[in-house]
């Protein structure tokens, strides 16, 4: 995702003279570094300082830029927190945040570089559009959009490196604020978005083969949600599960919140990280897995609750 | 030039008349810095297109800026009368989409990382546009303005002029009773890497040659001696009239000391 990211702002900043990236002492990989040596000007370095790295993206955006503000998503969203909140969403400045590793993808550096309240402390402030891309052909289709988007403020949740492409084949470009189908046909519909995605594939996989269809839908935009979308899902299925890698206070109570709203009579599950300091080191899986999101314990629940 | 004299008294009575509408009102903080923005806005600023930008980071100042983009027109009569109110557009800090209001202020220490920003984004356009900052003595305790102020003079941001008003008072307390270790302010500015001057923050010949002095080439701060609540002797030096509005004969009273300036 982060290449995939860099590759994308590389293309578009090359064409686009007002594109400028603020990074915070990252060090800035392939296309990044490539950028910065033929772009000096707009590439600037803040260094160990979050808080200026997003009032000055303010600032340049105010006067007409686009920046993009990147680092470790918890130095993105948590340190500079009331910058994000004043700065870019009060006064409603199309700037993206860019928070790379979301969720627990740090997985062997500890709680304090693990985003893990980042889409839940994201979706609650006014104006903020919360992304978060399932692989990396979502990633390049966000950032295309968020470079000369005019609705206003984004975090955009990216994971790390490595992740599978799951969207190649699917019909449906991505589209802000809508809902995308990766599998469908089940009759069991899970709801995800973000790098556990490619888990939920695999989940769903292994549930149809042993008889339990499954769909599977991807959330790309958090916030504003495609509650249409969402309930046309629940509609169409007789019982929905949410997994997210985040607290409990994001997508699963939305969708909890929306199936009483428009009364939905099948079941809905929710799985998410603990809402809890893990103190775990190990792989992503292995954090995952200590969080209770594994696919062992998730097919178990859902074997339990849908016989 | 005697004219900011008599601007500064006409913008003091009518904060005053202001005063009177409302339950509180951020009159002192306005008077501290009554002086420096006006010869900033009326006399330094470039207001033929592009514009210089005023951005007034101590938010809790704006009473000032009001009456002054008021009486350019920039902001209406109406919208003075209408302060604070459901049916006006000014509240008791400036909200960017405002007409002359540069950023949304309040939240202390954020101003300058912002004024950075645009700063910045006026050097990449190759424009002369500069960017007057006025910052509180007390929001400076806030990390993020050292933050700022190391990265405008990493960027060396000749085009940034950040204006201390240094009236010596946080919300608390004297700032150099409760932190001493605040002081000195202008060798931890020289050491940042910007260009410092100090003046008398109410005289505007002071606050006009500490302004010019700056060399274009890195950011600069003025210091400026300041007194809260100056022009009305009850309200100097008084915390209390932080937030207040003056009962009908503090008015009163406040007005004559404010014609006799």
Redesign the interface.
Known sequence: MRNRFAETFFEIATNDSRQ?MIVADISPAGSMARFRDEHP??F?N??V?E??M????????????R?FAYTIATFALYRPF??VR??LC???LPVTVVGIGGGVTYSTLGATHHAQEDVAIAMSVPRLNVLAPCDPLEVEAMTRWCATQEIGPVYLRLGKAGEPKLTEHIAQPWEFGRVRWIRTGGDHCIITYGVITKMVVDLSEELTSSGISTSVLTVPTLKPLDYEGLAEALKSHDSVTVIEECVPRALGMEVQSLAFRIGYGGAVRTFSLQDEFIHCYGSHSDILQAHGLSLDRIIEGFKMQTK | MTDSVSRCRRYRRRILDISQRVTALHIAPAFSCTELVDVIYNETMRHDAPEDIFLMSKGHGCMILYVILAERGILSDEDLLSYCTPSGRLGAHPD??TPGI???T??L??G???????????F??GSHVKTFCVVSDGELQE??SW??M??SAN?RLGNLTMIVDNNDFSGLERMSIGHPAFYPLTQKFESFGWSVATCDGHDADSIRTALASSDGKRPHAVVATTVKGKGVSFMEHENLWHYRSPSQAEYAQAIREVEQT
């Open positions: 400028c000007d707009r600037i803040t260094g300082a808080q200026v997003i009032g000055m993206a303010a600032g340049m955006c105010q006067r007409g830029l920046p009331e910058m004043d700065d009060y006064q409603g | 960017f989409g540069a950023a949304s309040g939240s220490g954020h300058l990382s912002i004024a950075a920003g645009q700063a910045y984004a006026e990449l356009k990390g993020s933050e700022a190391m990265m960027l």
